[in-house]
């Protein structure tokens, strides 16, 4: 049976979006939800769906201590880490269990699918960039989903407490022994804003720095970088204005990223502007 852990903190305006994809097929999947810390409903809003989704809840306000708990707790293979603001449909779930089925690959993803209504115009522009570079075809660290067989969740033991869990993930296997779905989607909503876009983004740049630091053997699994691709698409005079806008962000938010780390912020920086829409289409 297919295991999903869902670690969530204070996700009670988005909890009943992710769980509601999956509701008519309970009885064929594993669901653990794993509320940190929570102060708001999370928990009541994801009991709410019945029995069949088991809630965990923590005082510890940790991602990864939640994923740990999630672990725990389930029994089932391939085991599917989804993020609690993100929309996958069950048939994409059972794609992805399909592939890790085959025993090709230990650790697959879906494609990210941004969603990006009620967006101001440099955040469009912004993901307008990043859908051309080799790295948003990377689903592991980028799609709020990632599904491991028993094999691919061997290769690691408890979750480090780190910033950029899906990240070190990704980093655990050679790129032949990890796959990202293009036929397989997943709907992330992005910042409606630049400021807390960069904000986001400096919280990924924090989890870069972190990982490096702590585990530098792991950088050998990284792939291909975006530098080239992104030197290339100056060559299109219609795209300055959205590469400039990509540019700044990522300076920015690498600013941030190595002002905070020198402070020793552990802040996590979480977006709210996106928490607003509550709906979203299944996407198969």
């Known amino acids: 049976m297919i295991s999903i852990v869902i670690p969530a ?8 979006r992710t769980l509601s994809q999956w509701s008519s097929a ?5 669901v653990v939800v794993v509320c940190n810390g ?4 999370t928990a009541k809003v994801a009991r709410g769906f019945g029995p069949t989704v088991r809630v965990i809840e923590t005082d510890v306000a940790s991602k990864t201590h939640a994923l ?5 707790i389930s029994g089932g293979f391939p ?31 879906p494609t990210a699918n941004f969603d990006l209504m009620g967006c101001s115009w440099p ?12 790295s948003s075809r990377e689903g592991i660290g980028g799609s709020g989903v990632y599904a491991l067989s028993e094999a691919g969740r061997m290769r690691f033991g408890k979750f480090p407490d780190i910033i950029a869990d899906d990240t070190y993930v990704r980093l655990q296997f050679k790129p032949a022994e990890r796959e990202t779905l293009r036929d397989v989607k997943s ?17 990924v740049h924090r989890g870069t720095f972190e990982l490096a630091r702590l585990f530098p053997e792991l950088s050998l699994n990284r792939g291909r970088s975006n530098n080239r691709t992104l030197i290339s698409l100056f060559k299109v005079p ?21 002002e905070n780390s020198q402070m020793g912020t552990r802040s996590w920086q979480r977006d709210e502007t996106s928490r607003a829409r509550l709906s979203a289409k299944p996407l198969e």
């Open 68 to 72: 740990n708990v999630g672990d725990r």
């Open 38 to 41: 929570c102060t708001d409903d």
């Open 79 to 109: 085991r599917i880490y989804v993020d609690a603001d993100v929309v996958i449909s069950i048939n994409a779930l059972h794609a992805l269990a399909r592939h890790l089925g085959s025993g090709d690959v230990l650790v697959a993803a």
């Open 9 to 16: 903190h204070n996700e009670g305006s988005v909890i009943g």
């Open 238 to 258: 219609r795209l300055w204005p959205a590469l400039l806008i990509y540019c700044w962000v990522n300076v920015a938010a690498r600013y941030k990223a190595i």
């Open 26 to 30: 309970f009885d064929e999947i594993d």
């Open 187 to 203: 709907t992330l909503f992005p910042p409606r804003t630049l400021r807390q876009l960069i904000a986001v983004r400096g919280r």
């Open 123 to 134: 955040v469009r522009k912004y993901y307008e960039i990043r859908a051309r570079l080799p």
